[in-house]
C-alpha cells in the first residue's frame, strides 16, 4: 500500500496514479552528470601527464578534485534518482495527490471541484519519449501546481477532467452545488491577467471574461 492509499477518506477510491518520467532524473542531475565528467577528464589529464608533469601538490590537489567531484556526484545523482522514484501522482475521485519526500514524506492534494484548467507543456523530447509538465489551475488565482516530467501526461490530464466531469456528475444528483465551470474560475482581472499570460486563456478570451467581470461588479 501506497503512502497516499493511507490517506484516503471514507468512500474515496483512486482511479488513476502515476509517477516520474525516468527523464526527471536526468534532466534533475544534468550538473551532477556535468561534474562527474569533467572529474573523468581530470583523472584521465593526470594520468597522461606522468609522474614528472606537475608538481606533487598539484597532483594532489587535482586528485582530490577529482574524487570530490566523482564520489559528490554520485551521491547527488543517487539521492535525485530516490526523490524521483518516491514522488507520485494520485487522482482519485474526489481530489488530486501529489506524494514526494524521501525521509520526511508529504502529501498535497486539490480538490477536484477547485480545479478550474489544466496546462500541458511538451517539449520536443517529452513528445517522443511521452513525458512533459502538467500546471493545474485552480479556483483561487494563487493555486496553481505543476507536475514536473509525469508519465503519460496528456492520459494524466484526460482521466483528471474525466474524474472531475464524474465528480461534478454525482455533486448534482445529490443536490449539491457543482463547482466553477473550466475556466471560469478567476474572480479578479489580476486573476484573468494572470491566466492569460500563463498560456491558460486567449487574449480573446481574456476580453471577453473582462467584460463580463466588470459588469458584475
Known amino acids: 500500500m501506497g503512502y497516499a492509499d493511507g490517506s484516503l477518506s471514507t468512500g474515496e477510491r483512486i482511479t ?11 534532466l534533475g542531475a544534468r550538473w551532477t552528470i556535468i561534474a562527474v565528467g569533467i572529474a573523468a577528464v581530470l583523472f584521465l589529464i593526470g594520468g597522461n601527464l606522468g609522474p614528472d608533469g606537475l ?3 598539484l597532483r594532489q590537489s ?10 559528490g556526484g554520485l551521491v547527488v545523482f543517487a539521492w535525485t534518482g530516490l526523490r524521483s522514484v518516491v514522488r507520485e501522482y494520485v487522482l482519485t475521485n474526489r481530489r488530486v495527490i501529489q506524494v514526494e519526500g524521501v525521509l520526511n514524506r508529504s502529501a498535497t492534494d486539490i480538490s ?4 478550474n484548467d489544466a496546462v500541458l507543456s ?29 508519465r503519460s501526461p496528456i492520459v494524466f490530464k484526460k482521466a483528471m477532467f474525466d474524474a472531475k466531469h464524474e465528480h461534478e456528475v454525482d455533486r448534482e444528483r445529490a443536490g449539491r452545488p457543482t463547482s466553477p465551470p473550466i475556466r471560469e474560475g478567476a474572480t479578479s482581472p489580476a486573476g484573468l ?6 498560456g491558460a486563456i486567449s487574449p480573446e478570451e481574456y476580453d471577453a471574461k473582462k467584460v463580463q467581470l466588470l459588469a458584475r461588479l
Do not use: E, N
Open 16 to 26: 488513476y496514479r502515476t509517477r516520474q518520467h525516468p527523464a526527471a532524473l536526468v
Open 55 to 57: 608538481s606533487g601538490s
Open 62 to 71: 587535482i586528485g582530490w578534485l577529482t574524487a570530490l567531484l566523482f564520489f
Open 112 to 115: 477536484l471541484a477547485m480545479i
Open 122 to 150: 511538451q517539449s520536443v523530447l517529452g513528445r517522443m519519449f511521452d513525458y512533459g509538465d502538467v500546471t493545474v489551475l485552480t479556483a483561487s488565482d494563487s493555486g496553481i501546481t505543476r507536475m514536473r516530467t509525469i
Open 193 to 198: 491577467a494572470d491566466l492569460r499570460d500563463r
